[in-house]
């Protein structure tokens, strides 16, 4: 039970580290763009990954990241040797929350640039007026101004730091992977739905939503002191 644990806290925490700020980071980074079409561009190709099945993503990986894949005969080409990515549990965390950033940053920036539009554009030119370049309007003006924005949807995810959906576990993982990869969704899989025992599973689901909540209670109140936006 604790290597499960310590892999669903693991790739929670490195989707919060990484996968949380890339969607703000784009939406910040397509709000300087001044050409439209570039932009369109840009938004239709980042959005296109959140429309495909897990299915089809996670068999991408399998045929890019294969021995004879792609990735691995452009390493070769270059001189470094070849790795089986996807049957190497070093690179399962990377591969899982990298892969997850990949098909949801477009479409999570959606609600920040919708932030990011609201914001007076008035304040705008008062800082051009003031000297203020691109970067310092950014950082003083677009990023304060979608702050709570950011911190309603942190707190949220913190409040999430024990689930990590099973479908794509079990799409992903093999036994050569199992001890970074299991997790605490795909173990109830296989023990509550697969073995039929589903008091057991219902019991490992209310002990992570009490878990989940007892995080987002602190993440509130960790807001809450520094007087951030907080849910309650």
Do not use: C
Not at 90 to 105: A, D, K, P, R
Not at 146 to 154: D, F
Not at 197 to 221: E, K, M, P, T
């Amino acid at each position: 039970m604790i290597r499960l644990i310590r892999n669903t806290l693991a790739i929670n925490v490195l989707d919060v580290v990484f996968g949380f700020p890339a969607p703000i980071i784009l939406a910040l980074l397509l709000n300087e763009v001044t050409s439209s079409r570039f932009k369109r561009t840009v938004q239709t190709i980042t959005y296109l990954p959140h429309f495909m099945s897990l299915v089809v993503v996670v068999g991408i990986m399998f045929d890019f990241l294969a021995r004879d894949g792609l990735i691995n005969n452009l390493l070769g080409a270059v001189g470094i040797q070849g790795t089986a990515f996807m049957q190497d549990a070093n690179w399962y965390w990377i591969l899982y929350v990298g892969s997850s950033i990949w098909q949801s940053v477009g479409w999570s920036s959606i609600i920040y640039l919708a932030a990011i539009a609201s914001v007076d554009p008035t304040l705008y030119e008062a800082a051009v007026v003031d000297g203020a370049n691109r970067w310092r309007q950014m950082w003083h003006i677009t990023m304060p101004g979608i702050m709570p924005m950011v911190m309603t949807l942190l707190i949220l995810r913190v409040g999430m730091l024990m689930s990590v959906g099973y479908e794509k576990t079990i799409l992903m993982y093999n036994p050569s992977t199992y001890d970074t990869a299991d997790v605490i969704s795909s173990y109830v899989y296989r023990k509550g739905v697969l073995g039929m025992d589903y008091g057991f599973s219902a019991a490992v689901g209310l002990f992570n939503s009490v878990i989940n909540f007892a995080f987002l209670f602190v993440a509130n109140r960790l807001a809450r002191r520094t007087n951030q936006v907080t849910l309650w």
